[in-house]
């Protein structure tokens, strides 16, 4: 596609429930991140791959968040036992080449409510 | 620990007011300084990189300058569609995360 896309757009989910974000990167970018951006901040990193690599997850709020990238083409984001905490949206992003100034290129975001 | 801010928080401006946006950080070993705009209900779109101290990017009605503590964003003559959150990030020397200010919001009035 034309640009980074994420599905789903809009997730409610119970509290406590497990739920799976996905994001389809430009094609061929080698990196992708993971960022996290609460109601009127600025967005926050999460973690970050290089092809199949996890190479930083420092981001990662706790345990129950965990990503994956296994064939280095789509990412998904995973967060069990979800708490009224991980609402916000989850935004992904994408670049050309794993070098970390380049150009990040981001999703339109899945907007997440847990009640 | 790395710092961005973003000042001020919110702007209001009349068409064709001109007016500037400050990002001051804190980062051991600037690697690029990143300026997008968010608008609402979708992601970040890449605007501007700035390396080093003293260099100038321009884009339309918008000009980003960097210095060794700040950068500014300088919007001239804006017009309603110039409307939106702008987000200031950087990475440093052998990181590879952005690290975002909090954004300025930006509400041209016609």
């Known amino acids: 596609g034309a640009g980074v896309s994420q599905s789903p757009r809009y997730k409610v989910a119970k509290r406590g429930q497990d739920v799976a974000l996905r994001c389809d990167p430009i094609?061929?970018?080698?990196?992708l991140f993971w960022y996290q951006q609460a109601l009127g901040q600025g967005p926050e990193f999460l973690t970050y791959?290089?092809?199949?690599?996890?190479?930083?997850k420092s981001g990662l709020p706790s345990d129950r968040f965990f990503a994956e990238r296994p064939e280095g083409s789509v990412s998904t984001l995973k967060i069990q036992r979800t708490q009224q905490e991980d609402s916000a949206v989850y935004l992904c992003?994408?670049?050309?080449?794993?070098?970390?100034?380049?150009?990040?290129?981001f999703g339109p975001g899945t907007r997440l409510t847990v009640l | 620990e790395d710092q961005v801010t973003q000042s001020p928080e919110a702007l209001r401006l009349q068409e064709g007011e001109s007016s500037s946006l400050n990002c001051s950080y804190t980062?051991?070993?600037?690697?690029?300084l990143f300026w997008y705009r968010q608008d609402p209900g979708k992601g970040p779109e890449f605007l501007f990189t700035?390396?080093?101290a003293g260099e100038e990017k321009e884009k339309e009605r918008l000009k980003a300058t960097l210095t060794k503590k700040e950068s500014f964003l300088h919007i001239t003559a804006p017009k309603p569609e110039d409307s939106a959150t702008y987000l200031c990030?950087?990475?440093?020397?052998?990181?590879?995360?952005?690290?975002f200010g909090g954004g300025t919001r930006v509400l041209v009035k016609p």
């Open positions: 980062v051991s070993g600037l690697r690029g």
């Open positions: 094609s061929g970018h080698v990196s």
């Open positions: 990030a950087v990475i440093k020397a052998a990181g590879n995360k952005l690290t």
């Open positions: 992003a994408s670049s050309l080449i794993g070098v970390s100034y380049n150009e990040q290129f």
């Open positions: 791959f290089q092809n199949e690599a996890q190479l930083d």
């Open positions: 700035l390396y080093s």
